[in-house]
Nanobody, 122 residues
Framework: QVQLVESGGGLVQAGGSLRLSCAAS????????MAWFRQAPGKEREFVAA????????TYADFVKGRFTISRDNAKNTVYLQMNNLKPEDTAVYSC???????????????WGKGTLVTVSS
């Protein structure tokens, strides 16, 4: 079992930055690939970024390339999402998820956190 808890969400003005954290617990948490997804009101959940369990491989959705960076610290069992140059359309609940392999399909995730709300004002 892996438990995931997100933090770092909040209200920020357009052009600002936030760093989200996802703390993982469980004996094998550091061996999982991790991903961030988001869901805006009235919209479907969408993939944001993912990172392999070693941190050596990352993948991003096109709409965040150059603005968001995913990273992890396995010593702390924590995954981060650094979000820069935020836009109002980035407003959503951001959730982290764990899977055995590096994937971007939410249906293949094994564990989910409850999410943290990011609101970007214009």
């Amino acid at each position: 079992q892996v438990q995931l808890v997100e933090s770092g969400g909040g209200l920020v003005q357009a052009g600002g930055s936030l760093r989200l954290s996802c703390a993982a617990s469980g004996r094998t948490a550091s061996t999982y690939a991790m991903a961030w997804f988001r869901q805006a009101p009235g919209k479907e959940r969408e993939f944001v970024a993912a990172i392999s369990w070693t941190g050596g491989l990352t993948t991003y959705a096109d709409f965040v390339k150059g603005r968001f960076t995913i990273s992890r610290d396995n010593a702390k069992n924590t995954v981060y999402l650094q979000m820069n140059n935020l836009k109002p359309e980035d407003t959503a609940v951001y959730s982290c998820a764990a899977s055995r392999f590096l994937r971007s399909d939410y249906s293949t995730m094994d564990y989910w956190g409850k999410g943290t709300l990011v609101t970007v004002s214009s």
